[in-house]
């Protein structure tokens, strides 16, 4: 049984290689192909034993757990190319958020998924959301959970909440090491510290926060309430920053939605044209 990735673009890449380390899959079962081929080799000479495929084609006709890795404007083709090589038994899935479940399902035989992963996921970490088409069975999630459970925590989620789902769990990395890098960047101007040095004190910070939130079973305004005394440094601090920031997070969430309506909206005309 293969599971085939077709693009080794970032994502793609991060998928395989957490699969490997968590023992979720091994190379020999995965089978991998892009629309550059050295792409894949390179990862084939990473990996012995994951198999290289010489076209999109090649990869959906030997996998029976499929991962759809492309950006949204490859989708069309993509489709296109591979429809007469999938078969209505294979699960597949799409990483890609704009493009929504009834259009793959229109072109495509076979159960049909998305999951939209996290840069998490390379350290074993993190969630992986979860959204179904109406092809899916009970024993096809169970299947496709207990794969992502080696590298995260699946959650599964309505298509209507993908894009906010995913700016808390895939974008937010990236916002949070934005912040997280702005505050390294005035510990180093203001007081002279090391940046190595304030790098790993905000990293372990920033993981210990994680477990309380997880683990230790606190919400964001417990933690608050535990660090900032009344009358203290950090109730003064976070006094400027809600000063500062006010809506910053709503337009945020604006800007990443309306990005996601102009890429959706893109894919569902050149599939229309195609």
Same mark, same amino acid.
């Given at each position: 049984?293969? &599971?085939?990735?077709? #693009?080794?673009?970032?994502?793609?890449?991060?998928?395989?290689? =957490?699969?490997?380390?968590?023992? #979720?899959?091994?190379?020999?079962?995965?089978?991998?192909?892009?629309?550059? %081929?050295?792409?894949?080799?390179?990862?084939?000479?990473?990996?012995?034993?994951?198999?290289?495929?010489?076209?999109?084609?090649?990869?959906?006709?030997?996998?029976?757990?499929?991962?759809? @890795?492309?950006?949204? /404007?490859?989708?069309?083709?993509?489709?296109?190319?591979? =429809?007469?090589?999938?078969?209505?038994?294979?699960?597949? !899935?799409?990483?890609?958020? %704009?493009?929504?479940?009834?259009?793959?399902?229109?072109?495509?035989? #076979?159960?049909?998924?998305?999951?939209?992963?996290?840069?998490?996921?390379?350290?074993?970490?993190?969630?992986?959301?979860?959204?179904?088409?109406?092809?899916?069975?009970?024993?096809?999630?169970?299947?496709?959970?207990?794969?992502?459970?080696?590298?995260?925590?699946?959650?599964?989620?309505?298509?209507?909440?993908?894009?906010?789902?995913?700016?808390?769990?895939? @974008?937010?990395?990236?916002?949070?090491?934005?912040?997280?890098?702005?505050? !390294?960047?005035?510990? !180093?101007?203001?007081?002279?510290?090391?940046?190595?040095?304030?790098?790993?004190?905000?990293?372990?910070?920033?993981? #210990?926060? /994680?477990?309380?939130?997880?683990?230790?079973?606190?919400?964001?305004?417990?933690?608050?309430?535990? !660090?900032?005394?009344? /009358? /203290?440094?950090?109730?003064?601090?976070?006094?400027?920053?809600?000063?500062?920031?006010?809506?910053?997070? &709503?337009?945020?969430?604006?800007?990443?939605?309306?990005?996601?309506?102009?890429?959706?909206?893109?894919?569902?005309?050149?599939?229309?044209?195609?």
């Amino acid at each position: 049984m293969l &599971t085939g990735f077709i #693009g080794t673009g970032s994502m793609g890449s991060i998928l395989i290689e =957490a699969f490997i380390r968590s023992g #979720g899959l091994r190379p020999e079962e995965m089978v991998a192909a892009n629309r550059t %081929p050295a792409k894949a080799e390179r990862l084939a000479r990473q990996f012995p034993g994951l198999q290289a495929a010489g076209s999109a084609a090649e990869a959906a006709e030997a996998s029976d757990l499929l991962f759809l @890795c492309v950006k949204p /404007g490859d989708f069309p083709e993509l489709l296109r190319t591979i =429809a007469p090589h999938c078969r209505p038994d294979q699960l597949i !899935v799409s990483i890609t958020s %704009p493009v929504m479940l009834n259009q793959l399902e229109d072109r495509l035989p #076979g159960k049909i998924a998305k999951v939209i992963p996290s840069v998490t996921n390379l350290v074993l970490s993190g969630a992986a959301l979860c959204i179904y088409g109406s092809r899916i069975e009970p024993e096809d999630k169970k299947r496709l959970e207990w794969l992502l459970a080696s590298i995260s925590r699946p959650l599964e989620v309505a298509e209507d909440f993908t894009r906010i789902s995913s700016d808390i769990s895939s @974008c937010g990395p990236a916002f949070m090491a934005y912040l997280l890098g702005r505050l !390294v960047d005035a510990a !180093v101007e203001v007081a002279g510290i090391r940046r190595e040095e304030a790098e790993r004190m905000a990293g372990e910070m920033l993981l #210990g926060t /994680g477990m309380l939130l997880t683990a230790g079973g606190l919400c964001p305004q417990d933690i608050i309430a535990r !660090v900032a005394v009344p /009358g /203290g440094i950090t109730e003064e601090a976070l006094k400027l920053l809600d000063r500062e920031l006010g809506g910053t997070f &709503t337009r945020l969430i604006g800007s990443t939605h309306a990005k996601f309506r102009e890429d959706a909206e893109k894919v569902a005309e050149l599939l229309r044209e195609g």
